[in-house]
């Protein structure tokens, strides 16, 4: 399994960036998926989840209204839209498969990870 984000990089607050994951060796309409970041010196926080179908959609209370989830099964790829950047979302972002599909906010209960990219936003 692998999972491959993109689509990271630097922008000025107010600034819009959209990341990508894509998703190869497993069944990806089997999994919800998540979007998680760490900032230096902090642990890892759940960002937003889709379900396995896009039926189901979560934000965290700090990007909510910001950010958008989506996901295209046909083409095995998980995308999270972020627009109004501020410095405080600067981090590594990261995706994750939970087979069991429960949409969940607990990073331990996702099975594959992938390897991260940065984002930086600047005031």
């Known amino acids: 399994v692998q999972l491959v984000e993109s689509g990271g990089g630097s922008v000025q607050a107010g600034g819009s960036l959209r990341l990508s994951c894509a998703a190869s060796g497993l069944t990806f309409s089997w999994f919800a998926m998540g979007w998680f970041r760490q900032a230096p010196g902090k642990e890892r926080e759940f960002v937003s989840a889709i379900s396995r179908s896009a039926g189901r959609t979560d934000y965290a209370d700090s990007v909510k209204g910001r950010f958008t989830v989506s996901r295209d099964n046909a083409k095995n790829t998980l995308n999270l839209q972020m627009n109004s950047l501020k410095p405080e979302d600067t981090a590594i972002y990261y995706c994750?498969?939970?087979?069991?599909?429960?949409?969940?906010?607990?990073?331990?209960?996702?099975?594959?990870w992938g390897q991260g990219t940065q984002v930086t936003v600047s005031s």
């Open positions: 994750a498969a939970d087979f069991a599909g429960r949409n969940t906010y607990n990073a331990a209960e996702y099975d594959y």
